[in-house]
């Protein structure tokens, strides 16, 4: 199994301009989420998804939007780049949002916005 | 809005010592996390704590809850320089929907 799938690894971005970051999982989970890290701040709930069609805002939803046609895959638009949009991106996914599942964590997206 | 709490946020330790990482949060939750992130790298669960007074053990790692407390410790023994990492507590909300990270603890064990 490849679990969660994160593309592009690293990307660069004019500020204004908007861009599609990829998620998909193979383990037919129900719950998928993406955070952002940056330093000194942990981890940070964007948007997230307790199944298809299904989509929730987290801690700091704005800027982003997502959606969820399948189980596998969710992807996080950015609609017009910003230089506080800056960070490293992970989505996750986990079997329920119920159940005492653990998450699992993609390898990350390294954004810069200049 | 819950918050999450590590400390300390850096911790520099020779190896054969022991510590303990803190994680306080701020409103109830009935599951805590501990995770591991090496450099440039994603998360690894380590832990997943389900009730109050729960412990697990991996090596030498330990992770403890006390809910009533609001806290969980991450003890370290006799630490090894394979476990220098960034170690992140975590709550999930009442509604088991979202998930609240600490700053995450910055450990380098020194040969």
């Known amino acids: 199994n490849a679990g969660v799938t994160q593309t592009p690894k690293f990307q660069v971005l004019k500020t204004g301009q908007s861009m599609t970051l990829q998620c998909a999982q193979d383990?037919?989970?129900?719950?998928m989420s993406w955070y952002r890290q940056d330093p000194g701040m942990g981890l940070r709930l964007i948007h997230y998804s307790v199944g298809a069609g299904i989509t929730d805002q987290g801690e700091v939803p704005n800027g982003y939007n997502v959606s969820r046609s399948t189980t596998e895959d969710f992807p996080l638009r950015l609609l017009s780049a910003a230089p506080s949009q800056t960070s490293v991106y992970f989505c996750a996914s986990s079997y329920s949002r119920i159940a005492k599942n653990i998450q699992y964590f993609g390898a990350g997206t390294r954004l810069s916005v200049l | 809005e819950l918050k999450v709490e590590q400390n300390p946020l850096f911790l520099s330790m020779q190896e054969g010592k022991n510590y303990t990482i803190y994680c306080n949060y701020s409103t109830t939750s009935d599951r805590l996390y501990w995770y591991r992130q090496d450099p440039g790298k994603s998360l690894e669960s380590l832990f997943v704590l389900l009730s109050n007074g729960a412990v697990k053990q991996e090596g030498r790692l330990m992770a403890s809850l006390d809910t009533k407390a609001r806290l969980s410790t991450l003890h370290i023994t006799a630490a090894v320089h394979d476990l220098s990492a960034t170690y992140f507590c975590a709550v999930v909300s009442n509604t088991g929907n979202q998930f609240y990270f600490g700053t995450g603890t910055s450990l380098t064990v020194i040969p």
């Open positions: 383990m037919n989970h129900e719950y």
